[in-house]
């Protein structure tokens, strides 16, 4: 059974001050890992899509790299705007529920950023 | 604007009344999926829907129906609804089936079963 553990569960940070959040996981042939935004009262947003093991994507504040066991979401000098629900998702080669699209989550990490 | 639209935001109902929840998007996507969200245990998918009059079970599909008989349309059915389907229900599509699609979710809906 796929799985996918986030860490820490909440994060509290000064702006400026970076960090680095974490999604392990454990599938049977990763096709994509999916990091997602969720900010209070919204659905989640995406962010970023990585695939094999060494990538790393980049958007504003934020890096998101990718290993064979995990994946961080690294945020630089952050601000208070950051501050929302990351979320990482898994889908797995050998799933055939979900019709091949299906996203296995975490529990997300609550960040906030503060002055 | 590219959206997924879900209806009602939010609903406060009793058990065994029947229920619907509407989810429509605008950008032609083949795949739309329902997901429910509990604390502590992330998001799950209850049903999902690869394409008009194709549909099939998720994870947690106990209780509920959904139908798919136009491609914008993915509605969720509580048919007699219980205290414990009390959650925020996502629903979510993405352009095709295929695994490196995102999928883009509404803003949800927190359903209170009493």
């Known amino acids: 059974e796929d799985q996918v553990t986030q860490s820490p569960e909440a994060l509290r940070l000064q702006e400026g001050e970076s960090s680095s959040l974490n999604c392990s996981y454990t599938?049977?042939?990763?096709?994509?890992l999916f990091w997602y935004r969720q900010d209070p009262g919204k659905g989640p947003e995406f962010l970023f899509t990585?695939?094999?093991a060494g990538e790393e994507k980049e958007k504003e504040r934020l890096k998101a790299t990718l290993t064979k066991k995990e994946s961080f979401l690294h945020i630089t000098a952050p601000k208070p705007e950051d501050s929302a629900t990351y979320l990482c998702?898994?889908?797995?080669?050998?799933?055939?529920?979900?019709?091949?699209?299906?996203?296995?989550f975490g529990t997300g990490t609550q960040l906030k950023v503060e002055l | 604007e590219a959206q997924v639209t879900q209806n009602p935001r939010y609903l406060i109902t009793v058990t065994g009344k029947k229920l619907t929840v509407t989810c429509s998007q605008n950008?032609?996507?083949?795949?739309m999926s329902w997901y429910r969200q509990d604390p502590g245990l992330g998001l799950r998918q209850i049903y999902y829907?690869?394409?008009?009059?194709?549909?099939d079970k998720g994870d947690v599909p106990e209780g509920y129906k959904v139908s798919r008989k136009e491609k914008r349309n993915f509605p969720l059915i509580l048919e007699s609804p219980s205290p414990n389907q009390t959650s925020l229900y996502f629903c979510?599509?993405?352009?095709?089936?295929?695994?490196?699609?995102?999928?883009?979710f509404g803003d949800g809906t927190r359903l209170s079963i009493l």
């Open positions: 979510a599509s993405s352009f095709s089936r295929d695994w490196n699609q995102p999928q883009h």
């Open positions: 829907s690869m394409n008009v009059e194709v549909t």
């Open positions: 950008m032609n996507h083949e795949y």
């Open positions: 998702a898994v889908q797995a080669r050998s799933r055939l529920t979900g019709g091949g699209n299906k996203l296995t």
């Open positions: 990585l695939y094999s």
């Open positions: 599938v049977s042939g990763l096709r994509g």
